[in-house]
Structure formats: C-alpha cells, structure tokens
C-alpha cells in the first residue's frame, strides 16, 4: 500500500485549499481518501490575518499558482505544523508503525518549562 498526498482544487481556477490524502493499493486500487482543509488546519492563517483577508474571502486559508510573489513559493507562509500532524494520524492508522512519532508540537504562545539538571555530580553544600 502507498500514500499519495496531492493538492485539493477549488471553485477557482489554479487556487488550492487544502491536501487530499489516499491510501492506494497496488492491486485493489484506492482505499479510503481524507480531504485536509487548510482553513480548517490553520495553514494560512497566519498570512490572512497578516494580510487583513476577510474569513469570507475567496483567497482566505488557500493559495494560487499564478497569483504569487515573484521568486517566493505559491505556498509562502503556510504554517504547516497541524496538517503534518493529521497526517501523521491517518498515517498511524494505516501505516501503524511505519511513521516515527514527532515530538509534540509548539504553542503559539510562550510556556514555561522546566529544564532538567545538567548531568555530573552533586554541587557539595558549605556549612
């Protein structure tokens, strides 16, 4: 069985919003398919909000290939860090084991943490 992931076409002409995951069998064909959003993974949100693109825009949580910065990547600024990890789930369903677990992802916001004591012996304590 492989996994193909390709982009998922809107409405609108070169404009994609979202990934389209399949597991495909070498003799059976597809097996089950999942659309990823990329509004609904918070891909773009970033970009929109930085760029003030209303919610009921079009051009909100998607990209074009034609309409694009000049040198810059159609996808410039995707934060892709949810939709890896919906992959990463299907995957575990399909492909139990086959994907290595990733570390938990970031907050957005800053945390404390604890840091854990450097290695080496004890610090002596003076009278």
Same mark, same amino acid.
């Given at each position: 069985?492989?996994?193909?992931?390709?982009?998922?076409?809107?409405?609108?002409?070169?404009?994609?919003?979202?990934?389209?995951?399949?597991?495909?069998?070498?003799?059976?064909?597809?097996? /089950?398919?999942?659309?990823?959003?990329?509004?609904?993974?918070?891909?773009?949100?970033?970009?929109?909000?930085?760029?003030?693109? #209303?919610? /009921? /825009? !079009?051009?909100?949580?998607?990209? /074009?290939?034609?309409?694009?910065?000049?040198?810059?990547?159609?996808?410039?600024?995707?934060?892709?860090?949810?939709?890896?990890? !919906?992959?990463?789930?299907?995957?575990?369903?399909?492909?139990?084991?086959?994907?290595? !677990?990733? #570390?938990?992802?970031?907050?957005? !916001?800053?945390?404390?943490?604890?840091?854990?004591?450097?290695?080496?012996?004890?610090?002596?304590?003076?009278?």
């Amino acid at each position: 069985m492989r996994l193909c992931i390709e982009f998922t076409p809107t409405i609108y002409a070169d404009t994609y919003g979202g990934l389209r995951a399949a597991v495909v069998h070498a003799d059976r064909g597809e097996i /089950n398919a999942v659309a990823l959003g990329f509004v609904d993974h918070g891909t773009f949100h970033r970009r929109d909000e930085a760029q003030h693109t #209303p919610r /009921n /825009n !079009a051009e909100y949580g998607t990209f /074009n290939t034609r309409r694009h910065r000049a040198g810059q990547p159609p996808w410039e600024g995707a934060v892709t860090t949810q939709l890896r990890d !919906a992959i990463e789930q299907y995957c575990a369903v399909w492909f139990p084991g086959s994907w290595p !677990a990733s #570390p938990p992802s970031r907050t957005a !916001a800053r945390t404390a943490r604890h840091v854990p004591a450097p290695a080496g012996p004890p610090a002596r304590r003076r009278p």
